[in-house]
């Protein structure tokens, strides 16, 4: 009898345990084969004060992750309301970080395993979303919310004349690029529920997150490969980053309707690649407002005396083609992002991984060609690594709000735009 009566009071403290830790963790996701975070239930991820120890579990050169040490980690950075938030997966688990520069507070939260990862924003909203390639579909965070959102993915294609098909035919993304073996690209903005996708560096949907249902809007021209692509802020056009010839080093700027896919805009010869021909490129581009965006291209700098030297750098253009490109080059880096006012670079190192913040005063180079770039315009006193200060390690994803830094770890720190470095 007293041990049938231990049994139910034990079942019972079981059952109010996991109710609580379910009402905490934000929406629960299906198993791990599907659309669940690490350890398949979702409900890993537990709401509370945060251990700061979490932050730093892929760390490779053994330093803390805190910059300074001075940081009190226990404080949420004011993105949300509520309770701060705290990744209670081992070591070893993928998880993602939202770093504040004012503040140097943190939160690190339990992400799912993914090789594609991208940090967007929806301008209509001032919302973020960090989403996720899982199994057939996205899982996206919403990190000012702490919710989470599953979009099974199912691609519709024109049905077969004379079939009366309204809706089309449905295929699951790797159906679709299977020959390819590419996974999809997202855009850097949404809109609403409205998501779009680069699929096998030739085709441009847009994806209800909703229904899960992607349409194709634009396919390349033949022969042509996108090696990078955003929509604009309000989904209205597209930013295209279009290969010359095949899988050639040079690029044009195509801004097409993105409803219509009408060409509106284009830009010849101003996208160098610093690859081998052959190979398949993956260039950031992302919009800074509706009329403005940039991305990362490599320039020929010629300086008198000196020869010629390749720079990396960010390349801003109008999307109208009203004004002169403006180049920022910058310091040797894996990944880079600027904030939207140009005044601050976060930058990936190569061999550590580590995130660095550095403060860029500098004003952009018009340019019109970057195969022959002048050196002696080009702006002095480019940002040094060595004067940046340490926010973490891992993979970066870029800001939110110009105020935080965020970033994605996880056992390999690598991502399906590494193949295409």
Not at 54 to 72: I, L, N, W
Not at 312 to 318: A, I, T
Request: with cysteine; hydrophobic share 35%.
């Amino acid at each position: 009898m007293l041990r049938n009566v231990l049994a139910l009071i034990v079942a019972a403290l079981l059952l109010v345990s996991g109710c609580t830790n379910a009402d905490s963790a934000g929406q629960p996701g299906p198993d791990a084969e599907g659309f669940g975070g690490p350890g398949g239930t979702g409900t890993e991820m537990a709401l509370g004060n945060r251990d700061p120890a979490v932050e730093s579990p892929s760390a490779t050169d053994g330093s803390s992750a805190d910059p300074a040490g001075s940081a009190d980690d226990s404080v949420m950075p004011p993105i949300a309301t509520g309770a701060s938030r705290e990744a209670s997966a081992d070591a070893s688990s993928p998880t993602l970080t939202i770093y504040d520069t004012e503040t140097g507070e943190r939160i690190t939260v339990q992400a799912p395993e993914s090789a594609v990862v991208r940090l967007a924003h929806d301008a209509s909203a001032d919302r973020y979303a960090v989403a996720f390639l899982v199994g057939d579909g996205l899982r996206i965070y919403f990190p000012e919310e702490d919710q989470w959102q599953d979009a099974p993915l199912a691609i519709r294609q024109s049905s077969p004349s004379g079939t009366g098909g309204e809706n089309g035919i449905m295929t699951a993304p790797q159906d679709e690029a299977a020959e390819w073996k590419l996974p999809l690209r997202l855009s850097p903005h949404f809109t609403g529920d409205q998501w779009f996708y680069l699929s096998r560096n030739n085709e441009i949907f847009r994806l209800n997150a909703n229904t899960g249902i992607a349409e194709r809007i634009w396919s390349a021209p033949e022969n042509r490969a996108v090696y990078g692509m955003s929509a604009s802020p309000d989904g209205t056009r597209l930013a295209v980053l279009l290969s010359r010839d095949g899988l050639g080093s040079e690029a044009d700027v195509v801004v097409t309707d993105a409803a219509s896919g009408t060409i509106l805009h284009e830009r010849q010869g101003i996208v160098h690649v610093n690859k081998s021909d052959g190979i398949l490129a993956h260039l950031d581009v992302e919009w800074s407002d509706n009329e403005t965006f940039g991305f990362n291209t490599n320039a020929k700098v010629i300086t008198e005396g000196k020869g010629t030297e390749w720079k990396q750098g960010w390349l801003v253009l109008d999307a109208d083609g009203g004004e002169a490109a403006k180049l920022w080059t910058i310091p040797g880096g894996r990944r880079f992002h600027f904030a939207t006012d140009m005044s601050r670079l976060a930058v990936e190192t190569v061999e550590t991984h580590d995130i660095l913040l550095l403060d860029d005063s500098r004003s952009g180079t018009a340019i019109d060609n970057v195969l022959s770039v002048d050196g002696q315009s080009l702006p002095d006193r480019e940002p040094s690594p060595e004067s940046g200060r340490r926010l973490g390690t891992g993979i970066l994803l870029g800001w939110m709000h110009d105020r935080h830094v965020v970033w994605y770890q996880n056992e390999s720190l690598q991502t399906i735009e590494d193949f295409f470095q």
